[in-house]
C-alpha cells in the first residue's frame, strides 16, 4: 500500500513493463570506463546529417517539472534546435540518489517525449559534460553542434575550481566541444547570470553562454517543491506536466 503520493507514482513505475529493463540499464553502466550513452527513445526524425544542432538536457528530474519543459520549448524556440536529448545520468558530479528511483525518472521522460517529435531520451554513464559530449560523438554525425540547457545554479557549478585539477585548460576543451544555454533561476535573473560571466577569471567564456528568460512563475518552480507536496499528499498539477499526473491515475 502506497503511504504517499511520492509513493504511489513510485509504485506505478515499478509495475511497468519496462520498469526492470531500465533499472538492468543502470546497472549495467560504468562510470569507471569510457563514457556511454544509450538511447532509450529517439526522435523522428533523429538528426543524421552533419552541422545540425543537438540540445541537450541533462538532470537530475526527480521529477520532471513546468520549469524544465518550459526551458525545453522556449531553447528550442530561441536557438532552432533540431533535435533535444533529454539526459539522466547514473552518475552525477555533486548529487546523490533519493526521492524517485533512476527507473522511475527515465520511465517519466520517455513518457513526455512520446508525444514529441523532436525529443530524444537517454541515459549517461558518466556526470561531467566533457564525458558526455564524448559519447555522443560516437553515436552523433562528425560537426554535430552539442547545446546544453542548464540553469543558473548549474552554471555556477561549472565554473567553481574545486571540479578541475586544471581550471583554463580544462574549461578550454570543454568550450571547444559544447555551447551553454542558461536559464533564470529563482532570485537569479539575466543581469545576474551576465555578471556572474564578467568575472575576470571566467569573461573568456562569455562568446559559449547564452540565456533564456523564464517567467516568474517558472523560475521559482523546483523538484523539492513538487516531492514534499507528493509526500504530503496534495496537488502538483500546476507544477509538473500532464504526463507525470497521468501516471497517479
Request: hydrophobic share 40%.
Amino acid at each position: 500500500m502506497a503511504n504517499s503520493l511520492l509513493d504511489l507514482l513510485i509504485q506505478k513505475c515499478e509495475n511497468h513493463p519496462d520498469y526492470e529493463r531500465y533499472t538492468e540499464l543502470f546497472n549495467r553502466l560504468d562510470p569507471t570506463a569510457s563514457p556511454q550513452i544509450e538511447l532509450v527513445h529517439r526522435a523522428a526524425p533523429s538528426i543524421s546529417e552533419r552541422g545540425k544542432k543537438l540540445g541537450i538536457f541533462s538532470g537530475s528530474f526527480n521529477p520532471l517539472t513546468l520549469a524544465h519543459t518550459k526551458m525545453i520549448e522556449d531553447t528550442i524556440a530561441k536557438y532552432q534546435l533540431d533535435e533535444l536529448l533529454l539526459l539522466l545520468a547514473k552518475a552525477n558530479v555533486d548529487k546523490t540518489v533519493f526521492g524517485l528511483p533512476l527507473a522511475a525518472r527515465l520511465l517519466t521522460l520517455k513518457r513526455y517525449a512520446e508525444d514529441r517529435p523532436k525529443f530524444s531520451v537517454g541515459v549517461s554513464s558518466h556526470g561531467r559534460y566533457i564525458d558526455k559530449v564524448t559519447a555522443l560523438k560516437v553515436i552523433l554525425p562528425p560537426e554535430t553542434e552539442f547545446h546544453f540547457i542548464v540553469g543558473y545554479d548549474t552554471l555556477v557549478r561549472i565554473f567553481d575550481p574545486i571540479y578541475y585539477t586544471d581550471f583554463h585548460s580544462e574549461l578550454g576543451k570543454l568550450f571547444r566541444e559544447a555551447r551553454f544555454i542558461v536559464a533564470n533561476r529563482a532570485e537569479a535573473d539575466i543581469k545576474t547570470i551576465e555578471s556572474f560571466m564578467s568575472q575576470p577569471k571566467i569573461r573568456r567564456y562569455i562568446p559559449y553562454v547564452s540565456c533564456v528568460l523564464l517567467p516568474d512563475v517558472y523560475a521559482y518552480m523546483s523538484s523539492t517543491e513538487v516531492r514534499e507536496l507528493l509526500m504530503q499528499g496534495e496537488t502538483i498539477e500546476h507544477l509538473v506536466p500532464t504526463s507525470i499526473l497521468a501516471m497517479l491515475d
